[in-house]
Each structure stands twice: as C-alpha cells, then as structure tokens.
C-alpha cells in the first residue's frame, strides 16, 4: 500500500510526519511522492492558529476532489484537538489521528480499512522513532528535545492539544543526533514549545545537552530554536561560548513588550526585563542572531500598548521577526477577554511591524557584504546564460538564517569551474564572498569547498 504525506504546521508538526512516515515504511507501506499513486494520502495539519485551521481544513477539500479514491487520513495538532467533530462533519474524511503515541499509526491503519474512525490520546511522553526520511532539503534536520507546553500563555492553545511540558531522555537525543551526523546531517535545529525547560524532570538542562552535543565528534553545527524570555538562563549564555558548533542564534518569541498586555498574555516579563535579555545577548556573544515573534491585536491592547511594542521592536533590533494578528481560540483564557481588537486594526498593527522588521534586517544584513561566509547548499536552480559565460545559480543558508523562516544566500558559480561544479551539490557546505544585500537575502559568489559529502549517506530527503 502506498501513501503519501501532505505536511502543514510548524517543524514539531513536521518532525511528526517524519515519524508516521517512519513507523508505516516499517511495516511494509511504501512512501510516494506523486499523490495520484497513494492508495492513502495523509494531511498532517496544524491547529495553531484559524488561518492554519482554514489551510489544513481547505487542503483536504482539495485533495478529496482532485484524488477521489484515495482514503484521506487527518493527522496533526487539528485532528488532536477537534477529532470527533470531524470525523462526524467531514465525509472526505476516512479517518482522524492525533498527535499522541504516533507508534499505533499502523494498528490504526488496521480500523480504517473497516471503518471510519477517530483516535486521540493522552499527551505522555516524547514519542521518538526511526526517521528513515526527512522533509528537509538535504544537510538539516529538526531534533524534538520537549514535548507540549506548561507554560500557559493565555492566546495559546498548544497546552490543550500537546499537554504539559515533558523532555525526551537525553541519552537518546545525543543517540539520534550521532545517527544523524552519521547519515551526512550538517545542521542540527532543536525544538520544541520551551527548550529552556528541557530536562527538569531529569535534574539536568538545556545547558547540559547543548554541552554534551558540542562533544559529538564531527563537523556540524547545533541550533537552539524557541526559547521562552521568562525562562531563559545564563548557563545557555555559556554553553554557547565554548563551542563553535553551537550556535548564537536565538528565536525567543516577545510576543507583546507592554507591561500589561504581558501580563494579560500570562507572562511575568516587562519591557524592562526583555530589553535586558537582549543587551547581554549581544553583550556576552558579540554577533550573536536574534528572532523573535509578535503577536498583535490581543484583547485590550490600546494604541499606546502597541506603540510600546513598535518602539521594542526597534530599541532590540532584532534580525528577523514574525507579526501576526491574533487568532481567538476557544477554551484558552484570552477567548472571552474584552475589549476585542478590531482584526482590521490588528492586521495594520502586524504590517506596520512587518514594514519596521523589513528596515531593520536590511541594515544588519549589509554587515556580512563583503564577508566570507559558510554557507550549507539546500538546492541548485538551473544555469543560466550570462552576458558573458554560463552562470550556475544556487540556492543556500547561512548560519544566522534558520530553514524556513528567515532568508536565503544566492550562491553564483561558473558552470565551467570544475571545482565550482563538483562542490555546490545539495548538502554540501561551501565558502562564498557575500556581494550585495537585497534586504531577505544575500548575493554571493562561490570561492571553495568547506565539505565533503559521503557518498554512501543513505539518508533520504524530501523538499
């Protein structure tokens, strides 16, 4: 039986697919990558936010229509969350799958060739498995450290679908990243809802880990994504510096940076505090890369309350952020606060941070102009027919650029330089001088080869 997997949602969503996919090609069911030859096509969704309930929920309206025979399965943060509503709504549907043990995948299987049927679960544990492919571009995989969230915020609904905050063993985390290094992965991106909670349970930290992975012989590098500003400690600070494997980038979501709209977020920080965190960031790791995230419109954020949050956003100056309107989400506490905002007025408050980010990445980004960088090769785009000679064009990231999220390098090559040729393959990592800055991504021209690739990487990747 063949499938395949329509992937929606964030890198935690993402590392779940992988997972599915890993237990049913275990048990004998063949991944394809062309939905017309799926005997079942799976849409992992994402249940965040309403525009990602809307794509998930219109991504298989489209599928039933354009595939009819297949069985459509719904897995992911949406199906966990509103299982039996769906099943029971959704005739396209042939079966609905939460995000708890994803290890039953296959016994599940077993139900839907009888039956329609939905299954959700208690949220224990960090469900782990082989990953035999990964929905990356070749080179970078995502690591869960920790699973659901404690922290509570009052717009979120991430504790109602994924539950507590719990941490995965550390053995087999430093197991799986070997693996992984081992298999030709270059980047590894740790996640999960709050990595600076890892480890509580098990009296250790994310200090630890991050030191212990720093130790993993090997050429790669390690980066932290979303930690929480209420939790984050100095020992991070520190693990970081002794290792050029681990890197200076933080993605710490603000969310809001006034004081009682913080609050009302159910957060203990101010504009005080967080602004503090920043400076000895960049105090104590000099270049150090920041991302973060706001949220605009929540209820009873005045005029004032957003300009406090504009004016943050340029006194930190971080180099990437993303602005998004709020999303009113049954069964959190910010679902019945009042005053609402208007969404018109949260979507112009969200454009406006959007317009202030757009300037400010600019301006750090013309710094790396003129710099050699290191840069990993996600894809090659066809060679081109310049003024004068043909020019290889492809596409990559820097350290300070997370998949995904944040912007891209343009490598530029002669098609005619055999070394050129030879050394920009997908997974690769070269060394390039940045040339301009067109204000998301850098222009660059290779000028050598930083990494070997394996050949007998068996590794699998899907972009």
């Not at 971080?318 to 602005?323: E, F, K, L, R, V």
Request: with cysteine; net charge negative.
């Amino acid at each position: 039986m063949k499938f395949f997997i329509d992937q929606h949602g964030c890198a935690k969503n993402q590392t779940d697919g992988e997972l599915l996919a890993g237990f049913l090609m275990e048990k004998g069911y063949k991944l394809t990558l062309n939905a017309s030859e799926a005997d079942f096509i799976f849409v992992n969704t994402c249940g965040f936010i309403q525009s990602a309930k809307k794509e998930s929920i219109d991504a298989i309206y489209d599928i039933k229509k354009a595939y009819p025979d297949a069985r459509i399965i719904m897995t992911g943060c949406l199906a966990e969350r509103y299982a039996n509503d769906l099943i029971e709504q959704m005739p396209e549907l042939d079966g609905v799958f939460g995000n708890g043990d994803l290890s039953k995948i296959c016994s599940f299987m077993n139900k839907v060739r009888k039956e329609r049927v939905a299954q959700t679960f208690s949220q224990e544990g960090v469900c782990s498995g082989t990953r035999p492919v990964l929905f990356n571009f070749p080179g970078s995989a995502f690591v869960k450290i920790t699973e659901g969230c404690s922290n509570h915020c009052s717009f979120c609904a991430i504790p109602l679908i994924r539950g507590e905050v719990r941490s995965r063993p550390e053995a087999e985390i430093l197991d799986e990243v070997k693996q992984l290094i081992s298999d030709g992965v270059y980047e590894i991106n740790l996640i999960g809802q709050d990595l600076a909670v890892y480890g509580k349970e098990f009296g250790t930290s994310l200090a630890k880990l991050l030191t212990k992975l720093s130790k993993i012989k090997g050429d790669f590098i390690v980066r932290p994504l979303y930690i929480h500003p209420d939790h984050f400690t100095d020992d991070i600070i520190e693990a970081i510096k002794t290792s050029p494997k681990l890197l200076p980038y933080f993605d710490i979501p603000f969310q809001s940076a006034d004081d009682k709209i913080i609050r009302a977020m159910n957060r203990t920080g101010s504009y005080e505090q967080y602004t503090s965190l920043v400076k000895k960031l960049r105090r104590e790791l000099p270049g150090a890369v920041l991302r973060t995230t706001f949220l605009t419109g929540f209820p009873g954020e005045t005029d004032e309350a957003a300009e406090n949050t504009a004016r943050f956003l340029q006194e930190i100056q971080p180099d990437w952020s993303g602005c998004f309107p709020y999303s009113r989400e049954e069964d959190t506490p910010a679902y019945k606060m009042k005053p609402r905002v208007p969404a018109k007025i949260a979507k112009a408050r969200a454009n406006h941070l959007e317009e202030l980010q757009a300037e400010i990445t600019r301006e750090r980004l013309e710094h790396y102009v003129g710099q050699e960088l290191n840069i990993l090769v996600e894809e090659i785009v066809s060679g081109v027919e310049g003024d004068a000679a043909a020019e290889g064009l492809a596409i990559g990231r820097a350290w300070f650029q997370a998949p995904e999220v944040d912007g891209s390098v343009v490598i530029r090559y002669d098609l005619d330089d055999k070394k050129a040729v030879e050394s920009i393959i997908p997974g690769g990592v070269v060394t390039v001088k940045v040339l301009a800055n067109t204000g998301v991504d850098l222009d660059s021209r290779f000028i050598k080869n930083s990494r070997k690739i394996d050949k007998k990487n068996e590794r699998k990747f899907i972009f």
